[in-house]
């Protein structure tokens, strides 16, 4: 009965070895060397003497005021869009649309490649090419 316990506390003391050569392995906190403050006061450097700030010189009568080097165009940047022909991307209607019974369809305009508008019902509809024509798939 008195070998139970001798034997526990051997297990134990076993089972402790490793947790303390854990703690035999570790490294030593380095000391701190004390910070000196600064011997001037504020941040950064300190400097020597004061810079002078020069003010700009500006009259304060616009005549007196330099001209400008070019007068300004009164047209502007921006060309002006010619009215008798169309924006270079407005779409046009496509030639040869046929529905899904082969008759020809009207009024459709080409938005995409395979995509049309129909401004009488305000649906899209896809195409595709069947030889020189196109056809709705829906």
């Known amino acids: 009965m008195k070998r139970v316990p001798l034997v526990f ?3 134990i003391g ?3 070895v490793p947790t303390l050569a ?3 392995q570790q490294p030593t906190v380095p000391t701190t060397k ?3 403050p600064p011997t001037n006061s504020g941040i950064g450097p300190k400097l020597d003497q004061v810079q002078p700030t020069q ?3 500006v009259a304060s009568n616009p005549n007196q005021r330099p001209q400008a080097p070019t007068a300004i165009p009164s047209t502007g940047p921006a060309r002006e869009v010619p009215t008798g022909t169309a924006a270079p991307g407005a779409r046009k209607q496509p030639t040869n649309l046929l529905d899904a019974n ?3 369809v009207n009024g459709m305009i080409q938005v995409a490649p395979n995509r049309v508008y129909d ?3 305000g649906r899209y509809h896809w195409t595709e090419m069947s030889g020189d024509q196109q056809k709705l798939v829906d």
């Open 14 to 16: 076993i089972a402790a």
């Open 102 to 104: 082969g008759k020809s």
């Open 9 to 11: 506390a051997a297990l």
């Open 119 to 121: 401004p009488a019902t």
């Open 22 to 24: 854990q703690q035999l």
């Open 55 to 57: 003010v700009p010189k």
């Open 34 to 36: 004390p910070v000196t």
